[in-house]
Protein backbone atom coordinates (compact mmCIF):
# COMPACT_ATOMS: atom_id res chain seq x y z
CA UNK A 1 0.00 0.00 0.00
CA UNK A 2 2.64 2.48 1.03
CA UNK A 3 4.64 1.46 -2.28
CA UNK A 4 1.39 2.06 -4.37
CA UNK A 5 1.15 5.59 -2.36
CA UNK A 6 4.75 6.46 -3.48
CA UNK A 7 4.15 5.40 -7.13
CA UNK A 8 0.78 7.66 -6.92
CA UNK A 9 2.79 10.91 -5.61
CA UNK A 10 5.16 10.19 -8.62
CA UNK A 11 3.10 10.45 -10.98
CA UNK A 12 0.58 12.72 -10.32
CA UNK A 13 0.65 16.40 -9.99
CA UNK A 14 -1.22 17.44 -7.17
CA UNK A 15 -1.49 14.11 -5.35
CA UNK A 16 -0.19 15.56 -2.30
CA UNK A 17 -2.66 18.51 -2.34
CA UNK A 18 -5.63 15.36 -2.26
CA UNK A 19 -4.59 13.67 -0.18
CA UNK A 20 -3.75 16.52 2.49
CA UNK A 21 -7.22 17.71 1.62
CA UNK A 22 -8.92 14.19 2.32
CA UNK A 23 -6.78 14.19 5.80
CA UNK A 24 -8.17 17.22 6.63
CA UNK A 25 -11.90 16.14 5.86
CA UNK A 26 -11.49 13.47 7.84
CA UNK A 27 -9.79 15.18 10.83
CA UNK A 28 -12.90 17.54 10.75
CA UNK A 29 -15.56 15.33 9.95
CA UNK A 30 -14.31 13.23 13.41
CA UNK A 31 -13.79 16.55 15.22
CA UNK A 32 -17.69 17.65 14.42
CA UNK A 33 -18.87 13.96 15.25
CA UNK A 34 -16.73 14.00 18.94
CA UNK A 35 -18.46 17.67 19.40
CA UNK A 36 -21.73 16.60 18.59
CA UNK A 37 -21.47 13.50 20.98
CA UNK A 38 -19.96 15.77 23.48
CA UNK A 39 -23.06 18.58 23.60
CA UNK A 40 -25.56 15.80 23.50
CA UNK A 41 -24.43 14.02 26.66
CA UNK A 42 -23.97 17.71 28.46
CA UNK A 43 -26.98 19.01 27.56
CA UNK A 44 -29.07 14.98 28.09
CA UNK A 45 -30.48 15.65 31.34
CA UNK A 46 -32.04 18.96 30.12
CA UNK A 47 -33.23 17.85 27.00
CA UNK A 48 -34.85 14.99 29.09
CA UNK A 49 -36.54 17.63 31.85
CA UNK A 50 -37.34 19.50 28.85
CA UNK A 51 -39.72 16.99 27.36
CA UNK A 52 -41.19 15.71 30.62
CA UNK A 53 -42.14 18.92 31.32
CA UNK A 54 -44.02 19.58 27.80
CA UNK A 55 -45.32 15.78 28.10
CA UNK A 56 -46.79 16.46 31.25
CA UNK A 57 -48.39 19.79 30.49
CA UNK A 58 -50.09 18.51 27.24
CA UNK A 59 -51.57 15.41 28.74
CA UNK A 60 -52.22 17.81 31.92
CA UNK A 61 -54.79 20.03 29.15
CA UNK A 62 -55.80 16.71 27.35
CA UNK A 63 -57.13 15.56 30.77
CA UNK A 64 -58.82 18.46 31.66
CA UNK A 65 -60.21 19.31 28.16
CA UNK A 66 -62.20 15.64 28.52
CA UNK A 67 -63.37 16.63 32.09
Known amino acids: MLEFLKRRLKSEKGAMDKIIVTLLLVVVGVGAVVGLTQWMNDNKDTMQQSATTIIS ?11
Open 57 to 67: NVTTSAQTANN
